[in-house]
């Protein structure tokens, strides 16, 4: 399905149209993440991620890119950075990358579960000393009780649907194999 997809998405980049022009780099690049995404997830619990290719990366540069990318999905949910604009963090980009965009678009879907009048994901970071502590935080109705303990385990989930329960389990996992931590506020 995804290659048929990268197919089609490559042929768009003949449409002269401008807005077609504008995502079609952004479709392609989040379809090339997917395959990735789908390789490990196959792979889960039967082989070891590739070590993570770290580098000084601009965090704001990475959230800017995850934010244009969940832009549609995120719809009147408004998404906000605040981070510093030159504040680093030691990381592999893919795997930060797919690590915050799924820590987005879960808080999206939260929100979409009990939409409010101020909806809005926020992302903040700051440096203590060697570590970056990057915090999500969303308007949403919360993690339930009895999944607070198991939300990071293998095929827990909140979702009212669609949802495996892996995208958290492989984001504690890409975290840990960066050296970082998760901690539920």
Request: net charge positive.
């Amino acid at each position: 399905m995804l290659t048929a997809a990268q197919l089609i998405s490559d042929r768009l980049r003949e449409v002269k149209d401008q807005r077609v022009q504008r995502f079609a780099p952004k479709l392609i690049a989040s379809l090339d993440r997917a395959i990735v995404f789908l390789n490990q997830t196959l792979t889960y619990g039967r082989a070891q991620e590739m070590p993570p290719r770290r580098e000084m990366l601009v965090l704001k540069t990475v959230i800017d890119d995850v934010f244009e990318s969940l832009k549609l999905q995120a719809g009147h949910i408004k998404l906000i950075d605040d981070v510093a604009a030159k504040l680093l963090v030691d990381a592999d980009h893919e795997q930060l990358s797919r690590i915050l965009t799924n820590l987005v678009r879960n808080a999206i879907q939260a929100i979409e579960s009990r939409p409010q009048t101020k909806d809005e994901v926020r992302i903040s970071a700051k440096r203590e000393s060697q570590l970056v502590l990057i915090s999500i935080a969303d308007t949403g109705p919360g993690i339930p009780p009895a999944l607070k303990g198991k939300m990071f385990e293998a095929f827990q989930t909140a979702a009212p649907q669609g949802g495996q329960g892996l995208g958290l389990a492989t984001t504690a996992k890409s975290a840990q194999a960066q050296d970082g931590r998760r901690s539920m506020a």
